[in-house]
């Protein structure tokens, strides 16, 4: 089968989002064209179908077209006559930092002070997702979205801890987080490209039941923080 013709992975996909967005930054593309490019990078299926939205471009590395020779030995993979060694390398969870919150990269499990079963990822790629009701909130969530619709309501949600950590990684998504009146929010670690990120609501210490940690990078997209619709009139007429 060609390289060309070869089936493609989401990180492949989000390779070829990053390659797009310096391609913005320099000028080669408008955001017009970044948008559509993104569309049908988002959509392939094959490395010919993801290189084809990188071809006009200088400068810029296409995912490799070459397809490397199958091993002499299939069950014993050999090199020059003899077996490969065994890998003797275990990955490490990062170190954390004491004062600081783990910020786990996104789509990897979650290690450190929370642990690996003790977090949310909400994934969303051009789709409308939404988090509300009953639903029950770990200490650490990740949202890694892709030109989509996203809302996360914390208003009748359960708890486990007071701070509540949220990694973002987006591209040109509407994300909005919703908190209850007493809740409080920093999204003074979110990186906002092309895009925006609004606080609405309480951004102090934390005090009431709820803290909101968000970081993270936003590109070409939006994240707000806000009180449910109607808080402001309910306010006004003292309910």
Same mark, same amino acid.
């Given at each position: 089968?060609?390289?060309?013709?070869?089936?493609?992975?989401?990180?492949?996909?989000?390779?070829?989002?990053?390659?797009?967005?310096?391609?913005?930054?320099? &000028?080669?593309?408008?955001?017009?064209?970044?948008?559509?490019?993104?569309?049908?990078?988002?959509?392939?299926?094959?490395?010919?179908e993801l290189n084809s939205?990188?071809?006009?471009?200088?400068?810029?590395?296409?995912? #490799?077209?070459?397809?490397? +020779?199958?091993?002499?030995?299939?069950?014993?993979?050999?090199?020059?006559?003899?077996?490969?060694?065994?890998?003797?390398?275990?990955?490490?969870?990062?170190?954390? =930092? +004491? #004062?600081?919150?783990?910020?786990?990269?996104?789509?990897?499990?979650?290690v450190g002070n929370y642990?690996?079963?003790?977090?949310?990822?909400?994934?969303?790629?051009?789709?409308?997702?939404?988090?509300? &009701?009953?639903?029950?909130?770990? +200490?650490?969530?990740?949202?890694?979205?892709?030109?989509? #619709?996203?809302?996360?309501?914390?208003?009748?949600?359960?708890?486990?801890?007071?701070?509540?950590?949220?990694?973002?990684?987006?591209?040109?998504?509407?994300?909005?987080?919703?908190?209850?009146?007493?809740?409080?929010?920093?999204?003074?670690?979110?990186?906002?490209?092309?895009?925006?990120?609004?606080?609405?609501?309480?951004?102090?210490?934390?005090?009431?039941?709820?803290?909101?940690?968000? =970081?993270?990078k936003v590109r070409f997209?939006?994240?707000?923080?806000?009180?449910?619709?109607?808080?402001?009139?309910?306010?006004?007429?003292?309910?």
């Amino acid at each position: 089968m060609e390289a060309r013709n070869l089936r493609v992975s989401d990180a492949e996909r989000e390779h070829v989002g990053e390659l797009l967005q310096k391609a913005v930054g320099q &000028g080669m593309l408008s955001l017009g064209e970044f948008t559509e490019r993104m569309d049908t990078a988002l959509a392939a299926k094959t490395r010919g179908e993801l290189n084809s939205v990188l071809a006009d471009l200088p400068g810029i590395t296409l995912i #490799s077209d070459y397809d490397p +020779p199958a091993y002499p030995n299939a069950g014993q993979p050999m090199y020059q006559g003899q077996p490969y060694p065994a890998p003797t390398y275990q990955p490490q969870p990062p170190p954390v =930092h +004491p #004062s600081l919150p783990y910020r786990a990269p996104v789509g990897a499990p979650v290690v450190g002070n929370y642990g690996t079963a003790n977090a949310a990822v909400i994934r969303g790629r051009m789709a409308t997702v939404t988090r509300n &009701g009953a639903w029950i909130v770990p +200490p650490s969530v990740v949202v890694d979205t892709r030109m989509s #619709s996203v809302t996360i309501d914390f208003t009748r949600a359960v708890m486990q801890t007071q701070v509540v950590n949220i990694s973002i990684d987006d591209y040109a998504s509407s994300i909005s987080l919703i908190v209850p009146e007493e809740a409080t929010v920093d999204m003074n670690g979110v990186e906002a490209v092309g895009g925006s990120a609004s606080n609405k609501v309480r951004s102090g210490p934390q005090m009431g039941p709820l803290h909101l940690v968000v =970081h993270g990078k936003v590109r070409f997209g939006s994240v707000t923080a806000k009180h449910p619709f109607g808080t402001a009139i309910r306010k006004m007429f003292g309910s």
